[in-house]
């Protein structure tokens, strides 16, 4: 068995290496954050500490817009598909989902639950859908959001955000641009103001390296204000955004602007003031508080080169192997996992074990 050295000596248990998408490996300092003692998820400390770890995944997401608006909701990834079906579209709305792995199903799957027209724009497997093939679909209908997976973890594929939020914003301008980040966001650079983007969801057990339990989503102004004139309730309880925001945001209904709404939550912990809707978890925010302290000391654009090196490396050793990547070309390929094909003949419940008995675990595909 291997064990899992950090900067220095691991104070974790000798183990396998954990080296599928995710949940990734944990800092020895994010583990010990979750061993902090409980405190009231209302309570001044807690509400500092969770105030900070908003603040600081707008830094993450580099957008330094007031009107962005950050989420950190108990609940994985997968929640924030729900979160933009049930906020940011409405029933009978028609969304392009461009897909590169079977995330892209799940989403549109999704969508489809809250009564949204899903089209899925499809590249063949270890491809992604060409702009041009973009631009035609948004020519041919009107679309209220275009989805796309920054990194299938199906098939490794990174998809190509600033060209194609510039493509959206110059062909059907009142589209958002929606990205599903959960294996992205934290090794890829992601730019929410400079790109354009309205939504980037994401998860915190991946690149960000915070055991799983967190969704995480950031949303622009422009987004907000699609969700702020919408013109029917959310079909979602927990995943409304009306129940995690003051109701002065919300226009639709009886809600009262000039009343103080006890469901201000996010606005009110950035703001460093106790709220309630739902109870979060105490420890999980101190480990992603920790994690980002740690991400955000150095500039991001450091920790993307060192991501890319990385995968450089571990790409170059599965070429001279002979292996294939499902994402052959280069400008395809995801800097935070890869993808490969087995051998003719070789099945991964057969190698697996094997791999496990060498101390690592690997993912299936």
Same mark, same amino acid.
């Given at each position: ?119 899925? =724009? ?13 631009? @035609? ?87 907000? @204000? ?61 480990? =992603? ?30 070429? @001279? ?45």
């Amino acid at each position: 068995m291997a064990s899992i050295p950090g900067d220095g000596a691991s104070n974790q248990p000798e183990h396998p290496t954990l080296l599928i998408p995710g949940p990734v490996e944990f800092d020895d300092a994010v583990l010990g954050a979750m061993s902090h003692y409980s405190q009231s998820h209302v309570g001044a400390p807690f509400v500092a500490t969770f105030g900070e770890t908003l603040s600081m995944l707008r830094r993450l997401f580099q957008t330094s817009n007031p009107s962005s608006q950050p989420f950190v909701i108990s609940g994985s990834g997968t929640l924030g598909w729900d979160m933009v079906a049930a906020n940011l579209v409405e029933k009978g709305d028609e969304v392009l989902v461009l897909h590169t792995g079977y995330f892209a199903d799940s989403f549109a799957d999704c969508l489809e639950t809250y009564g949204v027209s899903a089209t899925q =724009l499809k590249a063949p497997i270890g491809e992604r859908p060409q702009l041009s093939e973009i631009e @035609k679909a948004l020519k041919a209908k009107e679309y209220k959001m275009i989805t796309v997976t920054h990194v299938d973890t199906s098939t490794g594929v990174l998809s190509e955000i600033e060209a194609l939020s510039q493509l959206v914003h110059r062909v059907s301008p009142e589209t958002l641009v929606v990205v599903d980040g959960v294996c992205s966001v934290g090794c890829e650079d992601v730019q929410l103001d400079q790109w354009g983007l309205d939504a980037v969801l994401t998860a915190s057990q991946k690149a960000i390296g915070c055991p799983a339990g967190l969704c995480i989503v950031m949303c622009s102004e422009r987004a907000m @204000k699609r969700f702020q004139t919408r013109k029917t309730l959310p079909a979602s309880y927990f995943a409304s955004f009306k129940n995690w925001l003051p109701s002065g945001s919300w226009l639709l209904g009886t809600c009262d602007s000039k009343k103080t709404n006890i469901n201000q939550v996010m606005q009110n912990y950035e703001a460093k003031k106790a709220s309630y809707f739902a109870t979060p978890s105490p420890q999980l925010i101190h480990a =992603l508080h920790t994690s980002l302290t740690q991400i955000l000391s150095r500039p991001l654009s450091e920790r993307f080169a060192a991501h890319r090196e990385a995968s450089q490396r571990i790409k170059s050793t599965v070429e @001279k192997m002979g292996l294939v990547q499902l994402a052959s070309k280069p400008e395809n390929q995801a800097s935070g996992m890869t993808a490969i094909y087995l051998p003719d003949g070789v099945k991964a419940p057969e190698i697996l074990p094997t791999l496990l008995k060498k101390g690592v675990i690997f993912a299936g595909g």
